[in-house]
């Protein structure tokens, strides 16, 4: 079961990160969302912004496994 403070924090820091945030803590935040598969539940453009992301070659596609043992319950 996915740990909802981390899915909060993760969508926080995406909707509003703060002025010392680096490029790697953001990516990192969608990273998440994606590994978890939690951004293809959100609004639109969260998914829409992962895939472009995806298909750019800056993050990486989720392992189907993670995401399966990661099920949103």
Do not use: K
């Amino acid at each position: 079961m996915l740990a909802t403070q981390e899915i909060l924090a993760a969508v926080l820091l995406i909707e509003n990160p703060p002025d010392d945030t680096t490029e790697d803590q953001y990516l990192g935040a969608w990273q998440y969302l994606i590994d978890t598969g939690v951004v293809w539940f959100l609004q639109g453009w969260y998914g829409r912004a992962a895939h472009d992301f995806i298909e750019a070659g800056v993050l990486r596609p989720a392992d189907a496994t993670l995401v399966n043992q990661t099920a949103i319950n």
